[in-house]
C-alpha cells in the first residue's frame, strides 16, 4: 500500500511558475513508476507527465512539453513537477499516481494508488 499527498497547488498569474511535490509513503518508493494527472471541470481527467522507476526516463503530454518537467527524488520518496510558463488553461486538480507495473502508461487505470489532489488556477 501506497499513500500519496500532493501539494505546492495555488493561485498564479499566466506565465508564471509552480512546483507540485508528491510525497510518498513507505520504503518501496523506487519501484514505482510515478505519474502526474489533471482534471479541469467539466473535462475528463488528461495524463500529464510520467517517470519511470527503471532508468527515470520522462514522458509528457504534447500540450505541457517544454513548459512543464517532472522529476523524483528516491531517497525522499518524493516526485515533482516543475511547471513553468503556465497557460489558463492548465486550471485544474492535478493528481500524482502511483504504478507497480513495468513501463509507463498514460491510461489512468495503468495506475494503483492515487493522492488526493491539488488545485492549481492560473489567473489571465
Known amino acids: 500500500q501506497v499513500q500519496l499527498v500532493e501539494s505546492g497547488g495555488g493561485l498564479v498569474q499566466a506565465g508564471g511558475s509552480l512546483r507540485l511535490s508528491c510525497a510518498a509513503s513507505?520504503?518501496?518508493?523506487?519501484?514505482?513508476?510515478m505519474g502526474w494527472f489533471r482534471q479541469a471541470p467539466g473535462k475528463e481527467r488528461e495524463f500529464v507527465a510520467a517517470?519511470?522507476?527503471?532508468?527515470?526516463?520522462?514522458y509528457y503530454a504534447d500540450s505541457v512539453k517544454g513548459r512543464f518537467t517532472i522529476s523524483r527524488d528516491n531517497a525522499k520518496n518524493t516526485v515533482y513537477l516543475q511547471m513553468n510558463s503556465l497557460k489558463t488553461g492548465d486550471t485544474a486538480v492535478y493528481y500524482c499516481?502511483?504504478?507497480?507495473?513495468?513501463?509507463?502508461?498514460?491510461?489512468?487505470?495503468?495506475?494503483?494508488?492515487w493522492g488526493q489532489g491539488t488545485q492549481v488556477t492560473v489567473s489571465s
Open positions: 499516481a502511483a504504478r507497480r507495473d513495468l513501463g509507463y502508461s498514460r491510461a489512468g487505470v495503468g495506475y494503483d494508488y
Open positions: 513507505g520504503r518501496t518508493f523506487r519501484s514505482y513508476t
Open positions: 517517470i519511470t522507476r527503471s532508468d527515470g526516463t520522462t
